[in-house]
């Protein structure tokens, strides 16, 4: 499985991005899928998955602001960030499980395939 993110930028505090992640592989629709994100110094975070059947889970930090889903038919996640703030400013990371049908996991190490990471600056 091959995993490319796309989307970041440089944008306000307030302001809006939407991240990709378009995913290689047949089984792409059955595996739970994640984004995580690292700032400078600090450790790769939780943002949020999404689930094979389309639920979804967050941390706290971005409950109501960020929201994630899925195309199936295009193998791929979206992020959709909005009310961003300058905290928001890391490499952001998608990740899929290795296997089908798993549910949400919020450590790293639950994630066998990511991305290459894609930069989102929030200027305050």
């Known amino acids: 499985v091959q995993l490319q993110a796309s989307g970041g930028g440089l944008v306000q505090a307030g302001g809006s991005l939407r991240l990709s992640c378009a995913a290689s592989g047949r089984t792409f629709s059955s595996r739970t899928m994640a984004w995580f994100r ?3 110094g600090k450790e790769r975070e939780f943002v949020g998955g999404i ?4 639920g979804t889970y967050y941390a706290d930090s971005v ?7 899925r195309d199936n038919a ?26 089908s049908f798993i549910s949400i996991v919020v450590e790293p190490t ?7 990471g894609t930069q989102v600056t929030v200027s305050s």
Not at 80 to 95: G, I, R
Not at 110 to 116: C, E, I, M, S, V
């Open 63 to 69: 409950k109501g602001r960020f929201a994630i889903s």
């Open 110 to 116: 639950g994630y066998d395939y990511w991305g290459q």
């Open 74 to 99: 295009k193998n791929t996640v979206y992020l959709q960030m909005n009310s961003l703030k300058p905290e928001d400013t890391a490499v952001y990371y998608c990740a899929i499980q290795g296997r």
């Open 38 to 40: 690292q700032a400078p």
């Open 51 to 54: 689930f094979w059947s389309g």
